[in-house]
């Protein structure tokens, strides 16, 4: 037995020997990663994992931080119904968002691969143009205006659907709709891109084998060669779109108001930013950044061993 | 994936008899034409043509019809003449609408028609294209309508941004919202080209570092495997899903203690470690045949060397598609959490401030919008087939 321990011990000495080695060997890519790794760990890594150390502390950047415990956590779930608000609304919105987005992208992407080139171009541009636009989005508070000034009121007025103007970002039925309908707007972004230029590069003797072999319509055929030949792309694409369903923060800020009407437009990253940067709350707010981190991580993980079964 | 096993679940269509299946297979390679009932192609084009002149007649008479019927009803409700406020421009709507909605379906009609390649593809039907098309056509047409109304608003009058009912299009173009912005930027206490040099300093580094710090990076991840790469890379794939907030709070303890706050440095440098970049830049990278640098080691260049010979200039597309991503992300950049005093705030957030006016502020905040969004856009449209090129890399090996 003890020979056996003394054996995988010298095993992995050796192994690791040879990875200082090989290492020591390879050193000038250290030399060429480190700028970039430096920042990215001051920068990415560091932060979260001072945002996970802090979330156990009270802390509110004048004093130091003091050790709490799980307190964070337990007054999030327990205490802060307005943190179960913003879950809520942030589930919805990701939920509708998310897949309604990408699945949308992909299709938008896959109808205009067929055209020609230069109408595909127009068609690239008019539907990734609001993802890029700035903040664009700020043109809908004046479609979605309360009095009978807003284009969808006086649109709705007049041909008599309803008798008097609706409060589209006041009143809290319509809040999240509206929100979600930007998002919706918004969300033909970096993925969009990945798919249009994916399917370009899908093989075409794919799709005449599969002719041969007795595909009939063009769903089988998205089915059975489209997507497994686009899964890379469709896993980058999940990750843009997680990202963005999960960090909604500018629209319901620009649009709704901060803090929202009955905090109907309020999500976990806004409720972050209230306690970050408002109440300076540091501890608090690092709870609430954690909780969607590990959230935003596990969907991702969800998503791809979804994405792995696709056409197979 | 191999060929058989993608389509396996498919059962052979079903011939009658052996010669039909050869007749089959003969038409895919290409030996037979494959019958199809051809049109006459002149006269379906001048056929076209009339239907459309006449469309728009039509469709010319009627908006003509509804401007002067709009003008009567001004007029009558101002007292300059009798009358009293017709119905009719509703019937007018609904022939406009319809006439619209028939030139529309006929012009896809006809411009898939012309579209559509010599053989058509396999697997597609005409009436399923058609659908496919018309819908697209109508969400492209919703997607790009809050754009183009917020540029026809930046060009309204006060008057007409307020009228009711409100139009899309302005009647009187006027540049006065451009205008008064720039009155606006000239009287605030911090000139207006500051705000400009600012962003332009801000985007000019960041993007510069960004692109060379992060291709030495994707050099070595891609073309060489150390130990801990691959791992790195892995860490760096999770990190595109963080966004500025999540990482936001502990960032700014972070810089505070580096006394980088309100520093044109605690923006530009997370965005020299910005993932997407490195992302797309490696992936892309993995492209280049290995053979490149193989030859170039043993002819006795050093890495250095490699990299900058060699490499960055067969990386053309991957760079410029990593200088607009850096270039949009720091031009919308506000910074409102790490910049405060009012001399290095960025174009964007100053612009926000006027935004933020309120409803009198109105025009000037369509012009603003306009001004945000004009860069990132036109950067696009220019640059968008090097980005797709570098774009179909993008795809997230297991």
């Not at chain 1, 897949?99 to 992909?106: A, D, K, M």
């Not at chain 2, 390679?29 to 056929?47: A, D, S, T």
């Not at chain 2, 990278?285 to 010979?309: H, K, V, Y």
């Not at chain 2, 790490?338 to 935004?355: C, D, G, H, N, P």
């Amino acid at each position: 037995m003890k020979s056996f321990f003394g054996r995988y011990l010298t095993m992995k000495r050796e192994k690791i020997k040879y990875g200082f080695h090989r290492a020591w060997k390879m050193r000038t890519c250290y030399l060429f990663l480190l700028p970039y790794a430096a920042l990215f760990i001051t920068f990415f890594i560091l932060p979260i994992a001072t945002s996970i150390y802090y979330s156990f502390t009270y802390y509110n950047i004048l004093e130091a931080p003091r050790f709490v415990g799980l307190q964070n956590y337990i007054n999030l779930i327990l205490q802060d119904e307005v943190f179960l608000t913003s879950v809520k609304n942030t589930f919805v919105i990701a939920v509708i968002t998310g897949p309604v987005g990408y699945i949308l992208s992909f299709l938008f992407a896959w109808f205009i691969n067929e055209l020609p080139r230069w109408l595909r171009t127009i068609a690239v541009v008019v539907f990734y143009a609001p993802s890029i636009a700035g903040n664009a989005f700020y043109i809908f508070s004046i479609i979605f205006r309360a009095d009978a000034y807003g284009y969808l009121n006086s649109f709705l007025l007049q041909f008599g659907l309803i008798d008097a103007p609706l409060q589209w970002l006041l009143d809290p039925k319509y809040i999240l709709g509206v929100v979600i309908v930007v998002i919706l707007w918004m969300s033909m972004g970096t993925g969009f891109l990945s798919f249009v230029a994916g399917l370009q590069g899908v093989d075409r003797s794919m799709y005449e084998a599969g002719y041969v072999d007795g595909i009939r319509n063009r769903w089988q055929e998205l089915y059975y060669i489209t997507l497994p030949s686009m899964k890379p792309m469709l896993l980058f694409g999940a990750v843009m779109s997680i990202t963005t369903a999960f960090n909604v923060c500018d629209v319901p800020r620009a649009l709704a108001g901060y803090p929202s009407t009955d905090y109907a437009a309020r999500t976990i990253v806004t409720h972050l930013f209230d306690y970050g940067f408002s109440r300076f709350e540091m501890g608090y707010a690092s709870a609430i950044a954690t909780v969607l981190f590990l959230v935003m991580i596990l969907c991702n993980k969800v998503i791809q061993s979804v994405l792995r079964k696709v056409g197979t | 994936m191999s060929k058989k096993n993608a389509v396996r679940h498919i059962e052979q269509p079903k011939f009658k008899t052996r010669a039909e299946q050869l007749h089959f297979q003969a038409a895919l390679r290409g030996e037979i034409e494959e019958e199809q009932p051809q049109l006459n192609v002149r006269k379906f084009l001048i056929g076209a043509l009339a239907i459309f002149v006449i469309l728009g007649i039509a469709l010319g008479f009627t908006c003509y019809q509804i401007d002067k019927i709009g003008r009567m009803n001004e007029q009558i409700e101002q007292g300059l003449i009798e009358g009293t406020v017709g119905d009719e421009i509703s019937i007018y709507m609904a022939v406009r609408v319809g006439i619209i909605a028939v030139a529309v379906l006929f012009g896809l009609y006809v411009l898939i028609k012309l579209c559509k390649p010599k053989r058509r593809k396999p697997n597609r039907s005409f009436w399923g294209d058609l659908c496919i098309y018309l819908v697209m056509g109508v969400i492209a047409v919703a997607m790009v309508f809050p754009l183009v109304f917020s540029v026809a608003s930046s060009l309204k009058p006060l008057d007409e941004l307020f009228r009711f009912p409100p139009r899309v299009f302005p009647q009187h173009v006027t540049l006065d919202n451009y205008s008064d912005l720039i009155v606006v930027l000239g009287q605030s206490w911090v000139p207006f080209s500051r705000y400009l040099v600012n962003t332009v300093f801000i985007t000019l580094i960041g993007t510069f570092g960004h692109v060379v710090i992060a291709s030495m990076a994707a050099f070595v991840l891609a073309k060489y495997d150390f130990p801990g790469g691959r791992l790195f890379f892995n860490v760096v794939v999770t990190a595109l899903m963080f966004s500025g907030y999540v990482t936001g709070i502990p960032n700014y303890v972070i810089m505070s203690k580096m006394k980088m706050i309100d520093t044109y440095w605690a923006v530009i440098l997370p965005a020299f470690a910005a993932p997407i970049g490195l992302f797309l830049m490696k992936q892309f990278m993995e492209g280049l045949p290995d053979a490149l640098i193989e030859a170039a080691q043993i002819d006795g260049a050093s890495q250095g060397r490699i990299f900058w010979t060699i490499v960055m200039p067969n990386v053309k597309p991957a760079w410029l598609t990593i200088i607009i991503f850096s270039v949009q992300n720091l031009w919308n950049t506000n910074a409102s959490t790490v910049i405060y005093s009012e001399s290095k705030k960025t174009l964007v957030y100053a612009l926000q401030q006027i935004q933020a006016g309120g409803i009198a502020r109105t025009g000037m905040a369509a012009a603003v919008t306009v001004i945000v969004m004009l860069v990132p856009i036109s950067i696009f449209i220019l640059s968008q087939s090097q980005i797709l090129e570098t774009m179909a890399s993008s795809g997230l090996k297991e």
